[in-house]
């Protein structure tokens, strides 16, 4: 017996293009990285807007999901700034606090000022420099975070200050004769330096008349490794001036 003739293969029409922009809800929805996806949108629009300016709604919209994952993921809007926040937080200071461990191991009793703010500043701009766009909204998301009077204060002790104590432990090696106050003085003003120059508000471009960009952050972290190294030898180094 002859076997029957497969039937003619069938046609199929080629796939429709991939269009871009936000998926629609059902899928973002049923996606493993939903959560990933919520943080993305907070952290751009907390970046540009602040905390007051951004609403559980908007985040959503953008996101492309229902409010209501936002709740379950993070319960309220303070709870999702602060996983925001968190996010990236870690991998910065993990990757300091490596670095200074790293340098101080390898250097010893020969660590400079210089070397180790090298070692501590240079993570942050590296990553604003080519970690893409989320680094970005991430780096402005600091600097508006560290000005602020409400809560900036306590977010910033409760993810930034065990590096920055590690930081101060080093430094004290290398001027064992700093008082702790004149260390955290020190420290202070660098700090807004440091968000202030990783937010690139563009002001120095202006103010400079084009001669010096904020986005040239590979020139700013060099500037600023020589410009804290001389500050802090200042501020440590010499007796506070006399009041009177």
Same mark, same amino acid.
């Given at each position: 017996?002859? =076997?029957?003739?497969?039937?003619?293969?069938?046609?199929?029409? @080629?796939?429709?293009?991939?269009?871009?922009?936000?998926?629609?809800?059902?899928?973002?929805?049923?996606?493993?990285?939903?959560?990933?996806?919520?943080?993305?949108?907070?952290?751009?629009?907390?970046? =540009?807007?602040?905390?007051?300016?951004?609403?559980?709604?908007?985040?959503?919209?953008?996101? *492309?999901?229902?409010? +209501?994952?936002?709740?379950?993921?993070?319960?309220? =809007?303070?709870? !999702?700034?602060?996983?925001?926040?968190?996010? %990236?937080?870690?991998?910065?200071?993990?990757? %300091?606090?490596?670095?200074?461990?790293?340098?101080?191991?390898?250097?010893?009793?020969?660590?400079?000022?210089?070397?180790? !703010?090298? @070692?501590?500043?240079?993570?942050?701009?590296?990553?604003?420099?080519?970690? *893409?766009?989320?680094? =970005?909204?991430?780096?402005?998301?600091?600097?508006?975070?560290? +000005?602020?009077?409400?809560?900036?204060?306590?977010?910033?002790?409760?993810?930034?200050?065990?590096?920055?104590?590690?930081?101060?432990?080093?430094?004290?090696?290398?001027?064992?004769?700093?008082?702790?106050?004149? !260390?955290?003085?020190?420290?202070?003003?660098?700090?807004?330096?440091?968000?202030?120059?990783?937010?690139?508000?563009?002001? !120095?471009?202006?103010?400079?008349?084009?001669?010096?960009?904020?986005?040239?952050?590979?020139?700013?972290?060099?500037?600023?490794?020589?410009? @804290?190294?001389?500050?802090? %030898?200042?501020?440590?180094?010499?007796?506070?001036?006399?009041?009177?």
């Amino acid at each position: 017996m002859t =076997k029957p003739e497969a039937p003619p293969a069938v046609a199929r029409p @080629a796939p429709a293009p991939a269009k871009r922009g936000r998926p629609p809800k059902a899928r973002a929805e049923g996606t493993a990285d939903t959560r990933d996806t919520i943080l993305d949108a907070a952290e751009d629009l907390f970046s =540009k807007h602040g905390f007051y300016g951004v609403t559980i709604r908007e985040v959503a919209r953008e996101a *492309g999901i229902d409010t +209501a994952l936002i709740h379950y993921y993070f319960v309220s =809007k303070r709870g !999702l700034f602060d996983a925001v926040f968190l996010r %990236r937080a870690e991998i910065w200071n993990n990757e %300091r606090v490596e670095a200074i461990n790293r340098y101080a191991r390898n250097m010893g009793d020969a660590m400079t000022l210089e070397g180790l !703010l090298e @070692a501590f500043l240079r993570p942050p701009f590296e990553w604003s420099l080519k970690g *893409g766009p989320g680094w =970005k909204h991430y780096s402005a998301l600091v600097a508006q975070t560290n +000005a602020n009077p409400t809560f900036g204060g306590e977010i910033m002790a409760r993810y930034y200050d065990p590096a920055i104590h590690r930081m101060i432990d080093l430094i004290r090696r290398v001027l064992p004769e700093a008082r702790d106050q004149d !260390l955290y003085w020190a420290w202070h003003n660098l700090s807004g330096a440091l968000t202030l120059t990783l937010g690139e508000t563009g002001r !120095l471009d202006r103010l400079s008349g084009g001669l010096c960009r904020s986005g040239d952050l590979e020139t700013a972290c060099d500037y600023m490794v020589r410009f @804290a190294a001389a500050g802090f %030898r200042a501020v440590c180094e010499r007796p506070p001036p006399a009041r009177g």
